[in-house]
Structures are given as structure tokens and as C-alpha cells.
């Protein structure tokens, strides 16, 4: 290599470093102007607090280099009671995008909204389906895009089995059991007539009470909601039109229906309540490729418990 080629990448190196080192100090620079805004604002304010992806139990998984994905009630949950708790905030939006998720998760969340004593608007995103209108439908007003879809009220739980292909493989599977029905919903083996009916029996106790929830939160009657509740989605004009939304706006025009509703004067001030980040995390996060396949795996894994979902499973 001769002396002027040494010199050419000794520039390229030297300018790859300049441009890492200004990213991440613009990086640092944007995470702390963030937080030292939200710590310096004052006044009244309406916070936003985001419903958006599946909506699973608990806490997200511990991962020091990236941001959870997916709706965690126990995250949920905690930024609503810190909105209550907050003296400056007068109202909150909760912005629903998700598909739904699990039963138990959706409950958390719609008997915390059920416990607030400040408004509660909803505005609904792309998706705001099965157990995203079950968390909506207590919120004092609902307010979706004409282009939102909605509904889906329903509950499902799928199984998959793989008995047959075990059997192509010459795999046999040993199961030894207290009772007939310990092992329902194994993929080892199909579920029986007298399994599915019992199944079944669960899942129309889940879907009596997922009516009953959109009936109390809506002004419904049982059986309108029951017209409804065959799993269909709806447009956010569909959706108006049968009584399941309250207005058609963005989240700007709900945003400005909460502050009405909390009294607030003129153009309210914002809150949201973020997981933060640590220093590390922010910079991993700027320099690391993104995985979106892997996301998504993350997001979707499922082990062979038997769930009930409030869980819209279309494309």
C-alpha cells in the first residue's frame, strides 16, 4: 500500500468516527432535551397514554438493549394511575392501535380506566379490535379515524396439533396424566368432542362478559351488542353509525375533547409517560440494525398453554 492510499483511509476512518461520534452526541443531546422539557413544563395538561400492539399480562421482558414491543397492562396500568395521581394533568387520551390480546390483560386495563376520576377520551388508530375495543369501551367518549377498524368483539383460542406429522416422523409422544382432561389442548394429540364442548363452555362464559362490558360502557342493550358481536369488524363509520364510537377525529381532535372535558383552556400542554431509556440503551439502540423478523417472533411466541384472547387474528 503506497503512502497516499495509507493517507486516503486514514481520512475515510477518521471521518466514519467524526460521523458516529456527532450521532451519538446529537443522540444525547435530544434524550436529555426531552427530559429536561418534560420535567421543566408546568400547567395544565392532558396525557396520552398508548395502547398499541398485542396486549399481554405484566411487565415486558428484561432487555438492556431495545424498547419493548407490544401492550403490557402492568406498563399500562401504572402510566394511567401516574396521569391520576399527576395534579397537572386534567384529562387523559388513551390512543388505541392493537389488535387485542390477552383476556386477563384487557381486564387490567378496562378496570383501571373503570377507576379513574379524570375523563378518559380513546382514539383509535389503524386498529383498535377485540380486546382494543374492550379497553376502550368504558372511556367517556370514543373517537376513531373513518378509517379505523373497530370491533371484532369476540373471544378465541386456538390450538394447533401435531400429532399426524409426529406419526410421518415415527415420533410417539408418552403421556402420563391424573385425569381425562389434563392433557386437553396438547398438540400431541386432538381434542375430543367432550374437551371442545367444555372448552367451549369457557369461552362462551368469557364472550357473555365481553358483551356485558361493551353494553355497560356503551349504553347498549345486551342483545344490540350481541347483533354486533359475531366477530366482524367495522369502519370507524360503520362503527359511528352503530353506536360503538362517539365522533370521527384524529388524535389531535380527541386530544382537544379530553381538555373540554378536564377544563382545560385553549391549547393544552402534553404528557406522556414513556419507559425510559438509560444512556446505554439509547445509543445501542441508535447503532443497532433492526430485526424486524425477529420482533415480531418476539411479539407473537406462544408456548401450548391454552389462552383466552380477545385477539383479532386476521391478516
Known amino acids: 500500500m503506497t503512502g497516499k492510499q495509507r493517507f486516503l483511509w486514514m481520512v475515510i476512518g477518521g471521518g ?17 432535551a426531552s427530559l429536561a422539557g418534560s420535567d ?27 424498547s419493548p414491543m407490544g401492550a403490557y397492562s402492568s406498563v399500562i396500568v401504572n402510566h394511567l394511575k401516574q396521569a391520576e395521581e399527576d395534579p397537572d394533568v386534567k384529562a387523559v387520551v388513551l390512543r388505541v392501535d392493537s389488535p387485542g390480546g390477552s383476556v386477563v390483560a384487557s381486564h387490567e386495563i378496562h378496570q383501571q380506566i373503570l377507576a379513574m376520576t379524570k375523563p378518559v377520551v380513546v382514539s383509535m388508530g389503524e386498529l383498535a379490535a377485540s380486546g382494543g375495543y374492550y379497553v376502550s369501551a368504558p372511556a367517556d367518549e370514543i373517537f376513531a379515524n373513518p378509517n379505523t377498524l373497530t370491533g371484532s368483539i369476540g373471544v378465541i383460542s386456538q390450538f394447533i396439533h401435531i400429532d399426524q406429522l409426529l406419526k410421518e416422523y415415527g415420533v410417539e409422544v408418552t403421556t402420563i396424566k391424573s385425569g ?6 396438547s398438540p400431541f394429540r386432538s381434542m375430543t368432542e367432550e374437551e371442545i364442548a367444555t372448552w367451549q363452555a369457557i369461552i362462551d362464559e368469557t364472550y357473555e362478559a365481553f358483551v356485558q362490558v361493551v353494553a355497560d360502557g356503551r349504553g347498549l342493550s345486551v342483545d344490540a351488542v350481541k347483533e354486533l358481536a359475531d366477530g366482524r369488524l367495522f369502519t370507524g363509520k360503520q362503527a359511528l353509525e ?62 401450548h398453554r391454552p389462552a383466552l384472547q380477545y385477539l383479532y387474528v386476521g391478516p
Open 16 to 32: 466514519l468516527v467524526l460521523a458516529i461520534g456527532c450521532a451519538s452526541c446529537a443522540g444525547i443531546f435530544a434524550v436529555a
Open 40 to 66: 421543566l413544563a408546568v400547567g395544565p395538561a392532558v396525557a396520552i397514554v398508548r395502547v398499541e400492539g398485542v396486549i399481554a399480562s405484566g411487565k415486558p421482558p428484561v432487555d438492556p438493549f431495545s
Open 180 to 185: 381425562k382432561f389434563k392433557d386437553q389442548g
Open 242 to 303: 352503530l353506536g360503538m364510537v362517539d365522533q370521527l377525529a384524529n388524535l389531535q381532535g380527541a386530544t382537544q375533547r379530553a381538555a373540554e372535558l378536564g377544563g382545560v383552556e385553549g391549547e393544552p400542554r402534553i404528557v406522556e409517560y414513556p419507559a425510559p431509556l438509560s444512556l446505554f440503551q439509547a445509543l445501542f439502540n441508535m447503532a443497532r440494525p433492526s430485526d424486524p423478523l425477529g420482533e415480531v417472533m418476539s411479539l407473537l411466541e406462544r408456548d
